[in-house]
């Protein structure tokens, strides 16, 4: 009798702590390139670039229960950026079209779905599409991030080469971004061997009710319609952008 109460006992914490860690949080840094064009050869541009900043970091937060998930770019958190690397981005951008800014996703594993608020042109769209698979290759690879021993898994998306690092002790398929599909939650992810996500908390006490219902208000569109209007759009700003030029050019003659 004791020691089928104590296997009963043992079974149902083991249960617990499995479905513990199907809800909870992560907070990521990313790693990325700063855009300054193409300045190389040009000495005066080159020199104005020459004590700023490469690299720049944000932070993400990925909230998920079960099924669900969430990604968002953690804006309270943003480090101010200094003046005059703003004036840098803004020259190396200027009269450049402008490009959809992805500020939310929503994933839902349950259905194969997603939705993704998107900022494009001051206007907010909410872009509903299929979740893409991702072809992953596990390996025998071992990494441990934070309190977490990881597997890797490699993606190879055009020339460059990915490794995801998850947790199967974390039993669910989310990740930042793109980086998700496999058995165990991505902590971590390399870009041909060098680290541009890493988990730097996990808090496994949140429980993330309604996940859908944080995204922001925007028009509904389907992926596809959205991609054309990108599209069609960025052909209209570039068109209008030669005409402008060209009504300089004759001005000043």
Known sequence: MKTSLFLFIMCFCASLIAQSNQNG????????????GDYKGNPAWEAYLADLPKQGRSKFVLSFNENHAFYEKDIANETAVPEKLQNA?????YGKA???????VFYDFENGKQIEQVEF????????SELPT????LTNKRKKVLDYVCIGAELTLGEEVYTAWFSSEIPISAGPSIYYGLPGLVLAVEKNEAVFILATKIDLSVLPINLESK?????????KNFDETVAEKTE???AAAKNKARGLIKKGE
């Open 25 to 36: 949080q992560v907070i990521y840094e990313k790693i990325f390139d700063y855009d300054f």
């Open 121 to 128: 042109m001051t206007r907010s769209f909410q872009v509903n």
């Open 98 to 104: 402008p490009k959809p800014e992805t500020h939310q």
């Open 236 to 238: 209209e700003y570039n």
């Open 215 to 223: 995204l922001k208000d925007g028009k509904q569109m389907s992926r």
């Open 89 to 93: 981005l803004g020259k190396a951008s």
């Open 134 to 137: 991702q072809a992953w290759k």
